[in-house]
């Protein structure tokens, strides 16, 4: 049985750091895609970022290109988000994702075929 275990939400300031955890069993990460998605209240799910599979290539959603960085450590079968320059707008409920075996990435809500519980991170202003 697969399950994502997120952590590491919470309140913080514009302009400041965190740093959030997604802790995977029952699948090695490094032979599947894994990404982040988000969804503000009143909102769709929304693509964040992807690793592809043994991590060749990471993509980023364009508002957070640059201040968003999606990476793994394979020991750990973790993921990770860390989200720098926080501002209001990043406020959502995060969630991290895998995708099946034979996709490159995942980019949309519907390839991803075991989600985390999410984790809350608010930013104010």
């Given amino acids: ?18 740093r959030l955890s997604c802790a995977t ?5 490094s032979d599947y895609p894994v990404g982040w998605f988000r969804q503000a209240p009143g909102k769709e799910r929304e ?7 043994r991590g060749v290539n990471t993509y980023y959603e364009t508002s957070v290109k640059g201040r968003f960085t ?40 519907s390839s991803v075929d075991y989600w985390g519980q999410g984790a809350q991170v608010t930013v104010s202003s």
């Avoid at 020991?75 to 099946?100: I, R």
């Fill in 70 to 109: 999606i990476s793994r450590d394979d020991a750990k079968n973790t993921v990770y988000l860390q989200m720098n320059s926080l501002k209001p707008e990043d406020t959502a409920v995060y969630y991290c994702g895998t995708g099946p075996r034979g996709f490159l990435f995942i980019s949309v809500p």
């Fill in 25 to 29: 069993s029952g699948r090695s990460i």
């Fill in 47 to 53: 693509f964040v970022a992807t690793m592809s599979v």
């Fill in 1 to 18: 049985q697969v399950q994502l275990v997120e952590s590491g939400g919470g309140l913080v300031q514009a302009g400041g750091s965190l």
